[in-house]
């Protein structure tokens, strides 16, 4: 990476990122907007930098893979995953999206962007605590991986990842304690579709944590190799 594109401190302009990414520079605002990328403004409301570690993420996300699934398509080709059924998608649909669970892993990370809106924050440990017990709130990433046996090594620095329905998501902007423009996040929050079915929804966020296909998928969003090692062992684990 050329040096002159990156600041010293991890933060990059829009422009740099537009130049790694191969994209227009409206359209790194629409990942931010997204979710897809982690921005933050200098003080005083000034220049918008985006993180380089999300910008690395995005740009190793395989964006030849084609064009991301829609939110209710992206959980159908999870439930395919689990060897459940996506009632909610038509059965030429279901066709399609068994199709496109049979692609390399490395295409995940872009095929499932759109199964969730992506927000990041920053909230001390017993504001987090009191967002994970929540109606409405699944826990999803590391921390669910290593509930489904992942072999990874728990790290509390890492920041949480949940899965929030837009309900909860709307009472969880009203507890105080928690910035929504922090430069140092520590969570992660994943807003569901409101057009999923309830069965699913709950799925998802009533038995504590998400299924081990939604912690695979969030491993591999990671674009690390370890935890892509990690996401295909519990993917083969789950297929046995």
Excluded: C
């Excluded at 130049?19 to 003080?43: H, I, P, Y």
């Excluded at 489904?148 to 899965?163: F, I, K």
């Excluded at 939604?214 to 491993?219: M, P, Q, R, T, Y």
């Amino acid at each position: 990476m050329s040096g002159d594109l990156v600041r010293s401190d991890g933060w990059m302009t829009v422009a740099a990122a537009a130049k790694l990414l191969d994209v227009s520079s409206e359209q790194v605002r629409d990942l931010v907007r997204d979710g897809v990328l982690f921005a933050t403004k200098l003080e005083g409301g000034g220049m918008l930098l985006i993180n380089q570690e999300s910008v690395l993420r995005r740009r190793a996300a395989a964006p030849h893979a084609g064009r991301p699934l829609s939110g209710k398509n992206a959980w159908a080709m999870l439930w395919v995953v689990g060897d459940r059924k996506p009632h909610w998608v038509t059965s030429a649909e279901r066709v399609r999206v068994h199709r496109y669970a049979r692609r390399p892993l490395s295409q995940w990370p872009r095929l499932l962007s759109h199964r969730a809106k992506v927000r990041h924050a920053r909230a001390p440990g017993f504001v987090v605590d009191r967002i994970t017990r929540m109606s409405g709130v699944g826990v999803g990433g590391t921390a669910a991986a290593l509930v489904h046996g992942a072999p990874l090594v728990s790290n509390d620095t890492s920041g949480r990842e949940l899965y929030v329905t837009p309900a909860a998501f709307d009472e969880l902007r009203g507890i105080p304690g928690i910035g929504w423009s922090s430069s140092s996040p520590n969570l992660i929050l994943r807003v569901l579709p409101a057009e999923l079915p309830g069965d699913v929804v709950t799925l998802l966020t009533e038995p504590g944590v998400v299924p081990l296909e939604v912690a695979a998928a969030d491993l591999l969003d990671q674009a690390d190799d370890r935890a892509g090692r990690v996401a295909a062992e519990l993917l083969h684990r789950s297929s046995d």
